[in-house]
């Protein structure tokens, strides 16, 4: 299977707006690319970090990978670079790491050029990480770009939004999609992983390379497993919470808008495999269960990276899964 290419097309235009703004000397000081997971946020940001930090970038705007700037970014130590991420997986960005941050961003350039910070994922600051940013996003230094990536960019706080450049990133057309997958990324399948990426192709060829999917339809038969009373919640909650747990919660939020699609309109789950186990779980549960373990689902994503007991949260979920086999009312025993 060959490399997928550093820079996926569907980000062109995005990346042409980005590259008049510069030329133009107008390039935000706070830009928010917000979307989902795998459609090539990072890219962007990655590829824009590059032209702002080179010494002599190409006509087209991409780094030249020659000079000393290109070096350090190679190996991970531009002293103009900073990227801010949780400490620990799952958890919050902390209001010390906004403030060192601060400090670094108002310190002179070491090469004299920009200074550049990647914030990802940005709705990992809790509150009072995200107001320790605000006096940076009111009164930036001069050459200073401030990158945030979000999943889910209403979580920022809106004063945060309000001082950013917002830049949506979106999946390309499914036949486009498919078709970057087979002549890109060399995948004779791209419809199955697609499926599986919910239309992300970078997601997708992440499946197509790895054990990702194994893992993916693994979990979809143990939730087939609770619903039919062959697996207990509380132990496979007791497997999961330590996994990484936002993959998941997305997959069985995918699962979920399948059921329900299947019980509004009596559309086929995509999972061709699994559909006649997908509709029997449909047919067992009314649309209020459906849309109320959705929601929750949603909001333990959304909960992650606070002090959220992920092993009690996974528990409650599978107990509510497990519950859409008994009639409404009823409730089960688990």
């Known amino acids: 299977m060959s490399t997928v290419p550093p820079f996926p097309i569907w980000l062109e235009p995005a ?125 930036p230094t001069p050459q200073t770009v401030l990158i945030l990536l979000s999943e889910a960019p209403g979580r920022l706080l809106p004063t945060v939004r309000s001082r950013c450049r917002a830049l949506h990133v979106g999946p390309p057309p499914h036949t486009e999609a498919a078709a970057w997958l087979k002549a890109a990324a060399n995948i004779d399948d791209p419809e199955r992983y697609l499926r599986a990426a919910n239309g992300a192709p970078l997601a997708a060829a992440d499946l197509a390379a790895g054990e990702v999917l194994v893992a993916r339809e693994q979990r979809l038969r143990e939730l087939i497993a609770v619903h039919q009373g062959r697996m207990d919640p509380l132990k496979l909650a007791a497997d999961w919470y330590t996994e990484q747990n936002t993959a998941v919660l997305q997959w069985w939020s995918q699962w979920l808008q399948m059921l329900i699609r299947y019980k509004l309109a009596q559309v086929s789950p995509a999972e061709t495999e699994y559909a006649a186990n997908l509709c029997e779980i449909a047919a067992s549960a009314d649309s209020r269960q459906l849309f109320e373990l959705s929601d929750r689902i949603m909001a333990t994503v959304s909960a992650l990276n606070s002090g959220l007991n992920r092993q009690l949260a996974f528990e409650d979920l599978l107990i509510r899964w497990a519950r859409l086999a008994a009639p409404p009312g009823l409730g089960r025993r688990v």
Request: charged share 20%.
């Open 15 to 139: 990346w042409q707006q980005l590259l008049q703004s510069w030329r133009d000397d107008r390039l935000a000081h706070a830009l928010l690319f917000g979307g989902p997971a795998g459609l090539g946020k990072q890219r962007l940001a990655e590829r824009l970090t590059g032209l702002l930090l080179c010494a002599t970038p190409t006509p087209a705007g991409d780094a030249c990978g020659q000079c000393q700037s290109c070096g350090w970014l190679q190996v991970g130590s531009h002293p103009d670079l900073t990227r801010l991420m949780p400490e620990e997986t799952c958890k919050a960005i902390k209001v010390d790491q906004v403030r060192d941050l601060c400090i670094e961003l108002g310190m002179t350039s070491h090469a004299g050029r920009y200074k550049v910070a990647i914030v990802a994922p940005a709705e990992a600051m809790n509150a009072n990480a995200a107001n320790s940013l605000l006096k940076t996003l009111e009164e």
